[in-house]
């Protein structure tokens, strides 16, 4: 894409795609637009790779008993999907691609404070999906995606390999974490005040402040589990001494704030869909600010309600039950934000408006589904079943993808200077959004009936669930490849879009489609907030 | 906008308009009907509920469904209709400069946050329910493993899987009386009891029966526990929802409830009754020498007595105090300078770990259970 993309926007002016030609012109790239860029094809691949571990799984349980695949085959279908999506897709997904091109635009700055930080951030999430995707040569990992103890202190190596991918790709999250933290504080044009900053910027900073806090407790416990499985020391396992229930305790004080890591720029890049294609100021810009902020700050303290049935003190899973309730507060905050943006606006369906109103529908339900998890006893039916599956992928899928895609969409013509041909984008909007309604409200009906998670095999009276699920999942297969259709066919063959073709009011919208190399021709200079529609 | 042209459809629109609405909410209140029939709900989607504790799981989920429903109307229904009413008209659409209004600000924050406060509440007290456990409970010990269960009764009765004429493992049945309290006492096991393979290590299983909305994990190393009182005869499923390799989904086990003389027969029959628990863990007490330093009638040797022991509430050890639970004497038995008991010196008592099978702990702490 690389290339081609140069050459064909060499008609142009000057800009980031042709200032330097070449293959290692752009893997040496200190340019964040550049870095950002590599970070889109990265993630695109390995959200490839996971989606078909993703449709490897729905094909066997399309009916019960064995399908396609045997038990220990499925085991490692279903590792290798959360894996990749997790750490190699979803968290890096809005941050370190879209936020990389946009924050620094964003703020009217060049580039970010540490370009060369950056790079290398792209660089340890390559070195880490090459580790762990070495384990594949081990005979693959089975352990799903949080290697609970003890059951992954067991010598494979397959899991080491994994779990050292994981503690490599991590420093690609705590690296651009920093850099976005100094880059907000240091490099914002004159007249870009802390309340001048666009809302999406505001949720990359509160992520990046969870990124460089949570993501070394995660890196701490991967090692010490690679210890335990290398050396036998025996944090986590009984038989020496461990305890194996800390490690669950070490996991989600990382992966429950890694949660918002992934959502927090969903909410951020929605917040910037619904203004521009309302062309309205967005409602309650400091009450979504600083949600983002208290979402951030008190993701820290419920990474207890992952653990309710796992024998820790009635005392602990109610605290972790009560501090979770709190979370639920800001979260319905932005929710009706964005439907009062809606009110008395110009609203426009294009494909990236459609992308943030699918955003709403499924989030909210995301949302309200997490409510039944909060509550402790709903919980105890709940937990490890397809219940907690609908939750998080209502939430991850139909919160955080939709945004990317939405995202995609909204600044493809910034990032290319082309037009996505909209009766594609929308179509594949159309099959993403059935789909994964088809796909994922019956599993809130199989967890309810009591299916569990991570189950090769089921009762027959979850059949006919799980085919309505499979086929939904197909569907979600075509919408994406409908949509990567759309982006391919706007970079080829994409109508030359000018500076602002939605009629958006942040500064990236301000310059030059593709933008030039350092932004900005003139250092802009701000005297009003981000979403002055008037 | 052109406001000027709306306004001459107006009434029509909102005659139009306000019969959708009441079409609506004569729909939204039939489905809220529906769902708050319990009955409709048990069959479509729970199994049906069959302790009291199972209702009252129910009757939150319910509250969170109907609520869940009405949020959901109000946002998206909000979304809707904004979307449909404000549609792009022109690309020089002049649109209102609202940039917040804190009385709806501070009703949106408030509202979630009483109704989340709310069932916190409501859940914690059930939560609490489900871990008090009746003092006078049917106790069965339940044992899981790479990828089966087994339940011992203290009466030495055990239940197993066993493989049929084709070949196919049929699980194991626990049975239990109706009616009455059962406490399972549960514990995480190696495939083979005297294995030396570094990788067949007890792992994390997770014991969840849907009909009665209870699960626990069960934890490689300590004990957790369990309790339900079925108000149904009938036959349930027990599935692992803790993932534990490839046969995790065919970890399943059968749970039977029958009448209570049906139980006792059941107990008595086959295996039952020859050699209990307790008779073991008397045997034990004997031949691996407990007997020269505890005694049984409450008389101080070496180390402290048991008569009067389990149960015990705030029993002072060095530098604290515990409650005398299974736990408790687990740990007393495999590593005896954990804490110590109050008044005797530490590092006298030998470790046992390593030296007795899960089985026989268990027996030794049904044994020290009946010395009263």
């Known amino acids: 894409m690389a290339s081609g993309s140069t050459a064909s926007a060499a008609h142009h002016d000057h800009n980031y795609l042709n200032h330097e030609k070449g293959l290692w012109s752009w893997l040496t790239t200190l340019d964040h637009k550049r870095i950002g860029i590599l970070y889109f094809i990265t993630v695109a691949l390995f959200f490839l790779v996971g989606g078909i571990f993703a449709l490897l799984i729905r094909t066997e349980l399309f009916s019960s008993g064995q399908t396609i695949m045997t038990a220990d085959d499925y085991t490692r279908s279903m590792t290798y999907h959360g894996a990749i999506m997790v750490f190699f897709v979803i968290i890096p997904g809005i941050p370190a691609f879209l936020g990389n091109f946009f924050l620094p635009m964003q703020i009217g700055a060049k580039d970010v404070a540490f370009p060369r930080l950056n790079l290398l951030s792209w660089y340890c999430l390559i070195g880490g999906a090459a580790v762990a995707l070495t384990s594949l040569a081990f005979g693959g990992a089975d352990t799903g995606w949080t290697f609970y103890t003890p059951y992954s202190i067991s010598m494979k190596p397959a899991v080491i390999w994994m779990v050292m991918g994981a503690f490599i790709a991590g420093f690609s999250s705590i690296l651009t974490g920093l850099n976005f933290v100094v880059t907000t504080h240091k490099l914002r044009a004159p007249g870009m005040t802390m309340n001048r900053i666009p809302l999406f910027v505001w949720a990359l900073y509160s992520t990046a402040i969870i990124q460089v806090l949570a993501t070394p407790v995660l890196a701490i416990t991967l090692l010490l589990l690679a210890a335990e499985n290398i050396f036998g020391i025996g944090f986590f396992d009984p038989a020496l001494g461990g305890d194996p229930v800390l490690f669950q305790h070490f996991f989600w004080f990382y992966s429950h704030p890694a949660v918002y890591i992934m959502i927090l720029p969903a909410f951020g890049v929605i917040s910037e869909l619904i203004t521009a294609f309302s062309r309205k100021t967005i409602f309650g810009y400091t009450a979504i600010a600083y949600s983002s902020l208290a979402i951030a700050a008190v993701s820290f303290f419920v990474w207890g309600h992952h653990m309710f049935v796992s024998g820790q003190s009635e005392w602990a899973g109610v605290v972790f039950s009560f501090l979770t309730m709190l979370v639920g507060v800001p979260t319905a905050i932005k929710l009706f934000n964005w439907m009062a943006t809606l009110y008395k606006g110009s609203i426009n369906l294009s494909a990236p408006m459609l992308y943030a109103l699918g955003f709403m529908f499924l989030f909210t339900i995301g949302g309200v589904t997490g409510i039944f998890l909060a509550t402790i006893a709903t919980d105890v039916h709940f937990h490890d079943t397809y219940f907690v599956v609908a939750h998080f992928h209502y939430v991850m899928v139909g919160g955080t993808l939709m945004a990317i895609m939405g995202g995609i969409f909204y600044w493809f013509p910034k990032m290319f200077g082309k037009l996505v041909n909209d009766t594609v984008a929308r179509w594949s909007f159309f099959f993403i959004f059935m789909g994964f309604n088809v796909t994922f409200f019956p599993q809130f009906v199989l967890g309810s009936m009591g299916m569990p998670r991570r189950y090769f095999d089921y009762l027959p009276e979850y059949e006919y669930l799980n085919q309505l699920s499979t086929i939904g999942a197909y569907m979600i297969g075509i919408g994406f490849v409908i949509g990567g259709w759309a982006v391919i066919q706007g970079l080829l063959n994409g109508k030359p879009s000018g500076p602002n073709p939605w009629g958006a009011k942040t500064l990236e919208w301000t310059t030059a489609s593709p933008p030039p190399h350092e932004n900005f021709i003139q250092q802009p200079i701000v005297t009003a907030g981000p979403y002055e529609y008037r | ?372």
């Open chain 2, 1 to 372: 906008m052109n406001r000027g042209s709306e306004r001459s459809v107006m009434p029509q629109m909102k005659q139009q308009l306000s019969k959708q609405v009441k079409r609506a909410m004569a729909l939204g209140a039939a489905l809220v009907a529906m769902l708050a029939d319990k009955s409709v709900l048990a069959s479509t989607l729970m199994p049906p509920a069959v302790t009291k504790t199972a209702g009252e799981v129910d009757d939150i989920y319910i509250f969170l469904l109907v609520s869940s429903l009405i949020s959901f109307i109000i946002l998206i229904g909000g979304m809707i209709y904004f979307v449909v009413k404000y549609q792009r008209r022109s690309a020089t659409d002049k649109t209102a400069y609202i940039t917040h209004d804190h009385r709806l600000e501070f009703a949106w924050s408030f509202i979630p946050l009483v109704i989340f406060m709310f069932v916190f509440a409501w859940g914690w007290k059930v939560y609490h329910d489900m871990r008090a456990f009746p003092e006078n409970a049917l106790e069965v010990h339940v044992m899981a493993k790479k990828w089966d269960w087994r339940f011992l009764y203290k009466n030495g009765k055990e239940v197993t899987s066993a493989l049929d004429a084709k070949n196919e493992r049929v699980p194991a049945t626990m049975v239990v009386p109706v009616n009455r309290p059962v406490k399972l006492i549960m514990a995480s096991e190696k495939i083979s009891a005297n294995s030396t393979d570094p990788s067949d290590r007890p792992v994390l299983h997770s014991f969840y029966i849907p009909a009665m909305r209870i699960k626990q994990d069960v934890v490689p190393g300590r004990y957790t526990a369990l309790w339900f009182e079925a108000e149904k005869e009938g036959d349930y499923w027990v599935f692992c929802t803790e993932y534990c390799g490839a046969g995790h989904s065919a970890m399943k086990a059968k749970l039977k409830v029958v009448s209570n003389e049906e139980f006792e027969k059941w107990l008595s029959a086959e295996g039952g009754g020859e050699m209990s628990l307790a008779d073991v863990g008397r045997g034990l007490f004997g031949s691996q020498a407990c007997i020269g330093c505890h005694s049984l009638d409450g008389s101080r040797l070496v180390g402290p007595s048991f008569k009067g022991l389990f149960g015990a509430k705030a029993h002072k050890v060095e530098g604290s105090s515990v409650d005398v639970n299974e736990e408790y004497i687990r740990e007393s038995i495999l590593n005896p300078n954990a804490k110590v008991a109050a008044g005797y010196p530490p590092g006298v008592m030998p470790a046992y770990a390593g030296q007795l099978s899960d089985e026989q702990i268990l027996a030794l702490i049904e044994f020290i259970k009946t010395v009263k």
